[in-house]
């Protein structure tokens, strides 16, 4: 019992320290970005997708009283976090790395490598289609007698609901293939599950995006289409694998039948034992 309740502890502790480091990565590359005026730059860069299609001479407006200081607060916090992605997402891996096994951590460099591209992916899939294609479309639907002011607050909010949302959402193939690896499904059962993931995946597209029907499309395709590459992926790396898990399997199996039991090293020790004997006559 004690030995468990330890365990309990160093993971906890080994938990913490994790998470300290990716904190103050954050903090660090936040104190960074600070120190050049490029927090402006930043949010115009965001704004760009939704201020192309409002009328001519149409700005975005701060309904709150400390909304100008928030603001650059937040898109410093988002730079910096999108700056130290590969080492945030090292420090999870690197958690998790001690339960597995020695040829499994040898993946943990690609897919800290694979997590943060397919994130970035996500990201710029969002930023330079699914905006443009969604601020036009409910442009679309505005009134000629009403004239759009978005406010800049729940305009980043939004923003950045979006960019998590597509960034986790292009991590579909690395679940998958982590989750093959360790045992935890099977490529059949994947395939079984085809329905299942689709429906799941309506449901969130449908929770995380706006109330329209262009954002969830573009969310949902690209997960459907994700989940049948990682199960692509992880049949691949599947049959790379069996070689290897074969070659292991004939050596345990030579290892043992080369064994001797103990009646057989018994009646050899006697054999030997006994030639011995005769020789010394």
């Not at 998590?164 to 490529?187: C, D, H, T, W, Y």
């Amino acid at each position: 019992m004690a030995l468990t309740e330890d365990t309990f502890i160093s993971h906890l502790v080994e938990l913490r320290d994790r998470l300290m480091r990716a904190l103050i990565a954050i903090l660090v590359a936040f104190a960074v970005i600070g120190f050049w005026p490029t927090y402006g730059v930043i949010y115009d860069f965001l704004a760009l997708p939704l201020i192309q299609t409002l009328p001519a001479g149409s700005k975005m407006i701060a309904t709150g009283v400390i909304t100008p200081f928030l603001i650059p607060l937040k898109v410093g916090l988002m730079a910096a976090f999108m700056a130290v992605l590969p080492y945030v997402l090292y420090q999870a891996w690197a958690f998790v790395a001690p339960g597995l096994y020695s040829h499994e951590k040898k993946l943990v460099l690609p897919l800290v490598i694979s997590s943060t591209l397919l994130f970035f992916v996500g990201v710029a899939f969002c930023y330079y289609f699914v905006f443009g294609q969604l601020f036009r479309f409910i442009a679309g639907f505005a009134p000629a007698s009403i004239t759009p002011a978005p406010d800049i607050e729940q305009y980043l909010s939004f923003v950045l609901t979006m960019f998590l949302a597509f960034g986790v959402a292009f991590e579909v193939p690395v679940a998958i293939i982590v989750l093959v690896r360790m045992g935890v499904v099977s490529i059949a059962q994947l395939r079984e599950f085809r329905g299942y993931f689709v429906v799941c995946a309506s449901i969130a597209a449908a929770v995380v995006t706006p109330p329209d029907v262009v954002s969830m499309l573009a969310l949902l395709i690209p997960m459907c289409l994700l989940y049948e590459a990682g199960i692509i992926a992880a049949s691949l790396m599947s049959k790379v694998k069996a070689p290897e898990d074969a070659a292991g399997k004939t050596a345990n199996e030579s290892s043992t039948s080369t064994a001797l039991t103990p009646e057989q090293a018994a009646q050899e020790f006697a054999a030997v034992e006994k030639e011995q004997n005769s020789g010394g006559r």
